[in-house]
């Protein structure tokens, strides 16, 4: 049975520690709709309204063209281990880049990560579980380096250029504001 909360719960929030992966789910006003699996140690609940997610850099920059233009936003957990549950988290956000004022405030929370484009500051409005009971078993293996071997490879100065190269517009033309 589903059930909605206005805040993210001690068990809650027990359950996103547990997880190795989330999606992310952003949409323009008119355009496509974005749903991304992420993972990485790369999520934070800061308190019971408000999560962080450090984003690194990746084929698309769809995140914040979506929140510049229309700051809505959802994140799903899925159980793939133990008891069966789903979790959305749904909110508004906004896109916290080095030199914000915030930045060096939040960037520590997180583990140094090459290819590091941005942090998503969420304020999540409400909750929503679900059973999650057609959800499969599937088996952690570890993480997948080749992201981060790749941002190690081009280097800050690589980073940049291929955030002025592939990152500048959404795939609907909308700007990203990254550079």
């Given amino acids: 049975m589903a059930k909605f909360y206005k805040k993210i719960t001690p068990r809650l929030q027990k359950f996103i520690k547990e997880q190795k992966i989330f999606f992310v789910a952003t949409a323009p006003i008119s355009g496509r709709i974005n749903l991304s699996p992420k993972g990485m140690d ?51 956000g906004k896109e916290i880049k080095e030199g914000d004022a915030n930045w060096n405030e939040l960037i520590k929370l997180f583990p140094e990560t090459p290819g590091t484009r941005q942090i998503f500051d969420i304020t999540v409005e409400s909750a929503l579980t679900s059973c999650g009971m057609s959800i499969p078993f599937l088996e952690y293996k570890g993480e997948r380096n080749e992201l981060n071997d790749w941002a190690t490879e081009k280097g800050e100065k690589g980073i940049k250029q291929y955030w002025e190269e592939k990152n500048q517009t959404s795939i609907d033309g909308l700007p990203t504001n990254i550079v």
């Avoid at 084929?59 to 793939?80: P, V, Y």
């Fill in 42 to 92: 790369s999520f934070r609940v800061v308190d019971e309204n408000r999560v962080l997610w450090l984003n690194v850099t990746g084929s698309g920059n769809e995140t914040a063209a979506h929140l510049l233009e229309n700051n809505r936003i959802t994140i799903m957990f899925c159980a793939f281990e133990g008891s069966p549950n789903i979790l959305r988290l749904y909110g508004t």
